[in-house]
Nanobody, 121 residues
């Protein structure tokens, strides 16, 4: 089991940037992902990265604006978010260890507590 702690959320104006971090404890070479959940909406996939960091996957809504990366020496996964839009407002969750690489379902086995991202127009 891996414990995940997100940080880096906050309030930003549209067009701005934020970088989220997810610190993992325990075994950390899992595939990792970011999801988000807006009020009254289902949790949705944002991005994922393989354990080696060599392959990434993005939701169409964030492709070209967000970048997922990881530093295995620091047991940390990042989500760089640029050109933010009001519709990116949500609680962002870090997740680890999906049942299979490539899934965009929220069925990863470990989750962080979430960090709020609010984009004002």
């Amino acid at each position: 089991q891996v414990q995940l702690v997100e940080s880096g959320g906050g309030l930003v104006q549209a067009g701005g940037s934020l970088r989220l971090s997810c610190a993992a404890s325990g075994r950390s070479f899992y595939h990792m992902g970011w999801f988000r959940q807006a009020p009254a909406k289902e949790r949705e996939f944002v991005a994922a990265i393989t354990g080696s960091g060599g392959t990434t996957n993005y939701a169409d809504s964030v492709k070209g604006r967000f970048t997922i990366s990881r530093d295995n020496a620091k047991n940390t996964v990042y989500l760089q978010m640029n050109s933010l839009k009001p519709e990116d407002t949500a609680v962002y969750y870090c997740a680890a260890n999906p049942p299979v690489w490539g899934t965009t379902n929220p069925d990863f086995r470990s989750w962080g507590q979430g960090t709020q991202v609010t984009v004002s127009s």
